[in-house]
Nanobody, 121 residues
């Protein structure tokens, strides 16, 4: 059974930091593109960052230089380090995994349950 379990969300003041974790079942982690989306109230789901099995990364322009995605293959876990947080980063953050970038970018991968990040001004 494929599972993605997120953790690490919470409430933080603007300028603060959080680290999100996503533990994946072994069957999907090793060859998958992993990444994070976020969705704020009333807005569409937005791709935040991705990382390939070869550790190539990609970021949304809105988070470049502030967020960092990484993966620990020994732990089947992907992380998202959120720094210099802004109120506009407030959203539910979802971990996702897919066998290809096409599947990933068209929301046809696997999904976690989401974790809330709230940034106060």
């Amino acid at each position: 059974q494929v599972q993605l379990v997120e953790s690490g969300g919470g409430l933080v003041q603007a300028g603060g930091s959080l680290r999100l974790s996503c533990a994946a079942s072994r069957s999907i982690f090793s060859n998958s593109i992993m990444g994070w989306y976020r969705q704020a109230p009333g807005k569409q789901r937005e791709l935040v960052a991705t990382i390939t099995s070869g550790n190539s990364t990609n970021y949304a322009d809105s988070v470049k230089g502030r967020f960092a995605i990484s993966r620990d293959n020994a732990k089947n876990t992907v992380y998202l380090q959120l720094n210099s947080l802004k109120p506009e980063d407030t959203a539910v953050y979802y971990c996702s995994a897919a066998d290809s970038y096409l599947l990933f970018s068209t929301f046809r991968g696997y999904w976690g349950q989401g974790t809330q990040v709230t940034v106060s001004s």
